[in-house]
């Protein structure tokens, strides 16, 4: 498969990751970490299915900003005469953030299948907390992947500067919420952070499905001079 190919399946993909993230959130508007154990006891008697689909949600989304992670380097390294530090801690901290997803997601489907459901509240309690704090780590390593990723693109100024800027001011935010461990459902950043988190990869998305085609015609230049020699 060429490289132009694969950059629109993870523009594509990127695209699916928000709206997938985004729908994972509506589907079950779960309760804060500040709510009482019996809301969110209740909560998951009552609304299985839709934890259950949320969850479901954010496995695809996981699968989907791997495609995306894998695209934004490829992008980046042809602009690199040989990898750099920033892009390959770009590609690590991206495939690090599906795992932590899926682990995030874990504790919700196990609190959704019985963990409500046993009667004892502080297995309800415990399973909550652990997938709301895997989430506050997970600022943190999205964090990196911007950070990185915008100091690559600034480097190479392989995509325009304003993402960078956008990344960077991204990246500070969500580090800035990862304070939550202190206060958790705090106010530091971290929601705004995501929000610029997610217009982020919607507008590198929409710039690899244009620029592909430069990419595309980069690699059939080659073979066409390379027929005319032959010929």
């Not at 800035?176 to 998305?205: D, E, H, K, Q, R």
Request: charged share 10%.
């Amino acid at each position: 498969m060429t490289e132009a190919r694969w950059l629109r399946i993870g523009a594509v993909a990127g695209i699916l990751f928000v709206v997938l993230l985004v729908v994972s959130q509506f589907v079950a508007a779960s309760p804060g970490p500040k709510d009482s154990t019996s809301t969110i006891v209740t909560f998951y008697i009552h609304n299985k299915t839709a934890a259950l689909w949320s969850a479901y949600a954010g496995m695809g989304a996981a699968v989907a900003l791997l495609l995306f992670v894998a695209a934004v380097y490829s992008v980046l390294r042809r602009s690199e005469d040989q990898p750099s530090v920033v892009s390959i801690v770009a590609l690590g901290a991206g495939i690090a953030l599906m795992p932590i997803i899926l682990v995030s997601s874990s504790f919700s489907v196990a609190l959704a299948w019985n963990g409500a459901q046993l009667g004892d509240p502080a297995v309800a309690r415990a399973l909550f907390d652990l997938s709301n704090a895997t989430l506050i780590f997970s600022d943190l390593v999205i964090a990196i992947f911007l950070a990185a990723a915008s100091l690559a693109i600034l480097g190479t100024r392989i995509l325009p500067r304003w993402l960078a800027w956008l990344g960077l001011l991204a990246a500070a935010l969500l580090l800035a919420g990862t304070a939550s461990l202190f206060n958790p459902g705090g106010s530091f950043g971290g929601a705004p952070g995501l929000l610029l988190y997610l217009i982020w990869v919607s507008a590198t998305s929409v710039l690899l499905l244009r620029k592909a085609p430069q990419v595309g015609q980069a690699e059939t230049t080659p073979t066409r001079q390379a027929s005319a020699a032959l010929g």
